[in-house]
Protein backbone atom coordinates (compact mmCIF):
# COMPACT_ATOMS: atom_id res chain seq x y z
CA UNK A 1 0.00 0.00 0.00
CA UNK A 2 1.39 3.37 -1.09
CA UNK A 3 1.29 6.44 0.48
CA UNK A 4 0.46 8.09 -2.78
CA UNK A 5 -2.59 5.50 -2.92
CA UNK A 6 -3.41 5.90 0.82
CA UNK A 7 -3.67 9.86 0.57
CA UNK A 8 -5.44 10.36 -2.99
CA UNK A 9 -7.90 12.96 -1.94
CA UNK A 10 -11.52 12.14 -3.01
CA UNK A 11 -13.55 15.33 -0.85
CA UNK A 12 -13.01 18.39 -0.45
CA UNK A 13 -10.54 21.08 -2.72
CA UNK A 14 -7.86 18.52 -2.68
CA UNK A 15 -5.56 21.70 -2.48
CA UNK A 16 -4.14 21.16 1.50
CA UNK A 17 -1.61 18.77 1.96
CA UNK A 18 -0.63 18.08 5.84
CA UNK A 19 2.68 16.33 6.20
CA UNK A 20 2.43 12.56 6.35
CA UNK A 21 4.23 12.68 9.65
CA UNK A 22 1.87 14.64 11.60
CA UNK A 23 -0.02 12.73 14.33
CA UNK A 24 -2.40 13.32 17.23
CA UNK A 25 -0.12 13.06 20.95
CA UNK A 26 -1.13 14.70 24.21
CA UNK A 27 -4.97 14.61 25.11
CA UNK A 28 -6.34 16.57 28.06
CA UNK A 29 -9.14 15.62 29.84
CA UNK A 30 -11.62 17.17 32.47
CA UNK A 31 -12.42 14.96 35.11
CA UNK A 32 -14.69 15.51 38.34
CA UNK A 33 -12.45 13.30 40.95
CA UNK A 34 -8.52 13.49 40.36
CA UNK A 35 -7.60 10.91 42.72
CA UNK A 36 -10.46 7.98 41.29
CA UNK A 37 -9.48 9.00 38.22
CA UNK A 38 -5.88 8.50 38.74
CA UNK A 39 -6.42 5.26 40.03
CA UNK A 40 -8.53 4.28 37.08
CA UNK A 41 -6.16 5.13 34.88
CA UNK A 42 -3.10 3.60 35.92
CA UNK A 43 -4.19 0.21 37.93
CA UNK A 44 -7.03 -0.58 35.25
CA UNK A 45 -5.39 0.86 32.11
CA UNK A 46 -2.35 0.80 32.81
CA UNK A 47 -0.61 4.19 32.17
CA UNK A 48 2.03 5.11 34.57
CA UNK A 49 1.98 8.06 36.92
CA UNK A 50 3.99 10.76 35.56
CA UNK A 51 3.77 14.02 37.47
CA UNK A 52 0.82 15.00 40.16
CA UNK A 53 -0.48 18.51 41.85
CA UNK A 54 -3.62 19.33 43.81
CA UNK A 55 -5.43 19.84 40.32
CA UNK A 56 -4.04 18.35 37.67
CA UNK A 57 -2.40 14.52 37.06
CA UNK A 58 0.03 13.70 33.97
CA UNK A 59 -0.10 9.96 32.87
CA UNK A 60 2.02 8.07 30.21
CA UNK A 61 3.98 5.14 29.09
CA UNK A 62 7.96 4.78 29.57
CA UNK A 63 8.05 8.36 30.50
CA UNK A 64 6.08 9.98 27.00
CA UNK A 65 3.05 11.67 28.44
CA UNK A 66 -0.59 10.63 27.11
CA UNK A 67 -2.96 11.89 29.39
CA UNK A 68 -3.43 15.26 31.06
CA UNK A 69 -6.03 15.01 33.90
CA UNK A 70 -7.49 17.99 35.03
CA UNK A 71 -9.98 17.85 38.32
CA UNK A 72 -13.11 19.88 37.88
CA UNK A 73 -14.93 19.36 41.65
CA UNK A 74 -18.72 18.03 41.01
CA UNK A 75 -18.06 17.79 37.29
CA UNK A 76 -21.58 16.15 35.69
CA UNK A 77 -20.01 12.82 33.61
CA UNK A 78 -20.42 12.78 30.10
CA UNK A 79 -24.27 12.18 28.79
CA UNK A 80 -23.09 9.30 26.35
CA UNK A 81 -25.60 6.90 24.21
CA UNK A 82 -28.30 9.55 24.34
CA UNK A 83 -28.59 12.75 22.10
CA UNK A 84 -25.76 14.82 23.64
CA UNK A 85 -23.32 17.50 22.91
CA UNK A 86 -20.21 18.03 20.65
CA UNK A 87 -17.11 17.12 22.04
CA UNK A 88 -14.99 13.82 23.09
CA UNK A 89 -16.48 10.34 21.03
CA UNK A 90 -13.19 8.48 22.63
CA UNK A 91 -10.06 8.21 22.42
CA UNK A 92 -7.81 5.85 21.14
CA UNK A 93 -4.74 4.00 22.99
CA UNK A 94 -2.80 2.17 20.43
CA UNK A 95 -0.53 -0.82 21.94
CA UNK A 96 2.88 -2.62 19.97
CA UNK A 97 1.16 -5.56 19.05
CA UNK A 98 -1.16 -8.49 19.33
CA UNK A 99 0.15 -10.00 22.33
CA UNK A 100 0.16 -6.69 24.30
CA UNK A 101 -3.75 -6.58 23.45
CA UNK A 102 -4.05 -9.70 24.69
CA UNK A 103 -2.74 -8.77 27.93
CA UNK A 104 -4.01 -5.96 28.38
CA UNK A 105 -7.43 -8.15 27.72
CA UNK A 106 -6.38 -10.79 29.82
CA UNK A 107 -6.18 -8.20 32.54
CA UNK A 108 -8.82 -6.28 32.09
CA UNK A 109 -11.39 -9.21 32.06
CA UNK A 110 -10.20 -10.23 35.47
CA UNK A 111 -11.43 -6.84 36.48
CA UNK A 112 -15.02 -8.03 35.64
CA UNK A 113 -15.80 -4.60 33.78
CA UNK A 114 -17.92 -4.03 30.90
CA UNK A 115 -16.10 -3.78 27.68
CA UNK A 116 -17.04 -3.06 23.73
CA UNK A 117 -15.39 -4.29 20.54
CA UNK A 118 -14.97 -4.25 17.57
CA UNK A 119 -12.74 -5.99 14.36
CA UNK A 120 -12.04 -2.69 11.86
CA UNK A 121 -10.36 -5.03 9.34
CA UNK A 122 -7.04 -2.59 9.96
CA UNK A 123 -7.42 -3.04 13.39
CA UNK A 124 -8.73 -5.09 16.68
CA UNK A 125 -10.54 -2.60 19.25
CA UNK A 126 -11.99 -2.64 22.64
CA UNK A 127 -14.10 -0.01 23.98
CA UNK A 128 -14.90 1.26 27.51
CA UNK A 129 -15.21 4.47 29.37
CA UNK A 130 -13.84 5.75 32.55
CA UNK A 131 -15.51 6.57 35.71
CA UNK A 132 -16.71 9.89 34.31
CA UNK A 133 -18.42 8.19 31.08
CA UNK A 134 -15.35 9.28 29.01
CA UNK A 135 -14.77 7.19 26.03
CA UNK A 136 -11.76 4.93 25.54
CA UNK A 137 -11.06 2.86 22.76
CA UNK A 138 -7.43 0.64 23.04
CA UNK A 139 -6.42 -1.27 20.01
CA UNK A 140 -3.53 -2.81 17.78
CA UNK A 141 -2.98 -2.22 14.25
CA UNK A 142 -2.87 -5.05 11.32
CA UNK A 143 -0.03 -4.56 9.65
CA UNK A 144 -0.81 -1.80 6.53
CA UNK A 145 0.18 -4.84 3.98
CA UNK A 146 -3.03 -6.13 5.03
CA UNK A 147 -4.89 -2.95 4.53
CA UNK A 148 -7.51 -2.92 1.76
CA UNK A 149 -7.90 0.75 -0.24
CA UNK A 150 -10.20 1.11 -3.22
CA UNK A 151 -9.76 5.29 -4.68
CA UNK A 152 -8.48 6.56 -1.24
CA UNK A 153 -10.61 5.13 1.32
CA UNK A 154 -9.80 2.63 3.45
CA UNK A 155 -11.90 -0.66 4.04
CA UNK A 156 -13.23 -0.84 7.09
CA UNK A 157 -15.48 -3.10 9.21
CA UNK A 158 -17.11 -3.70 12.72
CA UNK A 159 -16.97 -7.54 13.43
CA UNK A 160 -16.78 -9.24 16.05
CA UNK A 161 -13.52 -9.59 17.64
CA UNK A 162 -11.57 -12.80 18.28
CA UNK A 163 -11.18 -12.50 21.79
CA UNK A 164 -9.89 -15.78 22.46
CA UNK A 165 -7.47 -15.36 19.71
CA UNK A 166 -6.13 -12.19 21.66
CA UNK A 167 -5.56 -14.41 24.93
CA UNK A 168 -3.80 -17.49 23.22
CA UNK A 169 -1.68 -14.65 21.51
CA UNK A 170 -0.75 -13.47 25.01
CA UNK A 171 -0.33 -16.89 26.68
CA UNK A 172 2.11 -18.15 23.56
CA UNK A 173 3.96 -15.09 24.51
CA UNK A 174 4.40 -15.83 27.96
CA UNK A 175 4.83 -12.46 29.34
CA UNK A 176 3.27 -11.10 32.60
CA UNK A 177 1.10 -7.99 32.77
CA UNK A 178 3.15 -4.85 34.08
CA UNK A 179 1.33 -2.32 32.14
CA UNK A 180 1.17 -1.40 28.76
CA UNK A 181 4.33 -1.33 26.94
CA UNK A 182 6.60 0.71 25.90
CA UNK A 183 5.79 1.89 22.30
CA UNK A 184 2.31 2.56 23.38
CA UNK A 185 0.98 6.00 22.21
CA UNK A 186 -2.26 7.84 21.15
CA UNK A 187 -3.30 6.48 18.34
CA UNK A 188 -6.17 8.54 17.11
CA UNK A 189 -9.15 10.60 18.58
CA UNK A 190 -12.75 10.43 17.93
CA UNK A 191 -14.95 13.71 18.08
CA UNK A 192 -18.64 14.28 18.27
CA UNK A 193 -19.60 16.78 16.18
CA UNK A 194 -22.35 19.16 14.66
CA UNK A 195 -22.32 18.64 10.54
CA UNK A 196 -19.74 16.35 8.76
CA UNK A 197 -19.34 19.03 5.81
CA UNK A 198 -18.57 21.36 8.29
CA UNK A 199 -16.09 18.95 9.76
CA UNK A 200 -14.73 18.01 5.71
CA UNK A 201 -14.41 21.85 5.36
CA UNK A 202 -12.28 22.82 8.76
CA UNK A 203 -10.12 19.20 8.95
CA UNK A 204 -9.62 18.54 5.36
CA UNK A 205 -10.37 21.63 3.33
CA UNK A 206 -7.79 24.46 6.12
CA UNK A 207 -5.72 21.45 8.00
CA UNK A 208 -5.20 19.61 5.36
CA UNK A 209 -5.82 15.67 7.03
CA UNK A 210 -6.97 13.31 3.79
CA UNK A 211 -10.02 11.91 3.86
CA UNK A 212 -9.73 8.33 3.96
CA UNK A 213 -13.51 7.07 4.74
CA UNK A 214 -16.92 8.55 5.09
CA UNK A 215 -20.55 8.14 5.06
CA UNK A 216 -22.93 10.57 5.82
CA UNK A 217 -23.05 10.48 9.36
CA UNK A 218 -18.93 9.85 9.67
CA UNK A 219 -15.87 11.29 8.13
CA UNK A 220 -12.31 10.09 9.00
CA UNK A 221 -9.13 11.72 8.16
CA UNK A 222 -5.29 11.06 8.33
CA UNK A 223 -2.44 11.87 7.79
CA UNK A 224 0.74 9.77 5.71
CA UNK A 225 -1.79 6.94 4.56
CA UNK A 226 -3.06 6.09 8.19
CA UNK A 227 -6.40 4.59 8.53
CA UNK A 228 -7.16 7.53 10.51
CA UNK A 229 -5.79 9.97 13.33
CA UNK A 230 -9.12 11.84 13.32
CA UNK A 231 -12.67 10.49 13.13
CA UNK A 232 -15.81 12.70 13.91
CA UNK A 233 -19.95 11.11 14.20
CA UNK A 234 -23.09 12.95 14.45
CA UNK A 235 -24.25 9.67 15.51
CA UNK A 236 -25.45 11.87 18.79
CA UNK A 237 -24.69 15.41 18.00
CA UNK A 238 -26.27 16.25 14.68
CA UNK A 239 -26.47 20.54 15.04
CA UNK A 240 -25.58 19.89 18.57
CA UNK A 241 -23.73 22.40 20.72
CA UNK A 242 -20.25 22.15 22.84
CA UNK A 243 -21.22 20.42 26.40
CA UNK A 244 -21.28 23.20 28.93
CA UNK A 245 -18.49 24.18 30.59
CA UNK A 246 -19.54 22.02 34.11
CA UNK A 247 -19.57 18.68 32.53
CA UNK A 248 -16.22 16.12 31.92
CA UNK A 249 -14.65 15.65 28.72
CA UNK A 250 -12.36 16.54 26.21
CA UNK A 251 -10.04 19.95 27.07
CA UNK A 252 -7.67 19.72 24.15
CA UNK A 253 -5.33 17.29 21.65
CA UNK A 254 -2.59 17.70 20.38
CA UNK A 255 -1.44 17.60 16.60
CA UNK A 256 2.21 17.10 16.33
CA UNK A 257 3.81 18.12 13.72
CA UNK A 258 7.54 16.88 12.26
CA UNK A 259 9.26 20.00 11.54
CA UNK A 260 8.36 23.55 12.18
CA UNK A 261 7.75 23.92 8.34
CA UNK A 262 5.22 21.70 8.10
CA UNK A 263 3.21 23.28 11.09
CA UNK A 264 4.14 26.68 9.51
CA UNK A 265 1.98 25.43 6.07
CA UNK A 266 -1.22 24.79 7.93
CA UNK A 267 -0.81 28.08 10.47
CA UNK A 268 -0.82 29.44 7.21
CA UNK A 269 -3.68 28.26 5.50
CA UNK A 270 -5.26 28.89 9.06
CA UNK A 271 -4.83 32.33 8.36
CA UNK A 272 -6.06 32.76 4.73
CA UNK A 273 -8.91 31.37 6.12
CA UNK A 274 -9.18 34.30 8.84
CA UNK A 275 -9.34 32.07 11.94
CA UNK A 276 -8.30 32.62 15.38
CA UNK A 277 -5.37 30.64 17.32
CA UNK A 278 -3.63 31.68 20.36
CA UNK A 279 -0.25 30.47 21.58
CA UNK A 280 -0.02 28.42 24.71
CA UNK A 281 3.83 27.42 25.48
CA UNK A 282 5.38 26.56 22.55
CA UNK A 283 1.59 24.95 20.98
CA UNK A 284 -0.25 27.51 18.78
CA UNK A 285 -3.77 26.65 20.25
CA UNK A 286 -6.93 26.67 17.33
CA UNK A 287 -10.79 25.44 17.61
CA UNK A 288 -12.75 23.48 15.29
CA UNK A 289 -16.45 24.61 15.01
CA UNK A 290 -17.75 23.42 18.19
CA UNK A 291 -14.88 24.55 20.67
CA UNK A 292 -13.26 21.22 20.31
CA UNK A 293 -9.36 22.68 21.17
CA UNK A 294 -6.12 21.39 19.15
CA UNK A 295 -2.64 22.30 20.32
CA UNK A 296 -0.52 22.19 17.52
CA UNK A 297 3.36 21.46 17.99
CA UNK A 298 6.22 20.60 16.42
CA UNK A 299 7.46 17.12 17.59
CA UNK A 300 5.63 15.37 20.72
CA UNK A 301 5.59 16.48 24.23
CA UNK A 302 8.60 15.12 26.00
CA UNK A 303 7.74 15.48 29.53
CA UNK A 304 5.18 15.78 31.99
Given at each position: ??T?Q?????????????H???????????V????R?????T???????L??D???A??????????L????????????????????????I???????L?????H?L?????L??G???????????????????????????????????????????????L?????RA???????P??????????????????????????????????????????????????????H?????????????L???????????????V??????????????????????????????????????
Amino acid sequence: MSTTQATDRGTGSGASVIHPDTEVGLLSLTVSNLDRSVAFYTDAIGLALLNRDSATATLGVAGTPLLLLTERAGAKPWPREQASYTGLYHFAILVPTRADLGRWVRHWLTLGLPLGQGDHLVSEALYLSDPDENGIEVYRDRPRDQWQWANGRVRMGADPVDIRGLLAEAERAGEPWTGLPAGTRLGHIHLQVGDIAQAAAFYHDILGFDIVAGMPSALFVSAGGYHHHIGMNTWHSQGATPAPADMVGLRFFTVNFPTENARQEVLDRIAAAGLTTTHVDDAVAIQDPWQNTLRLQVGPPTGP
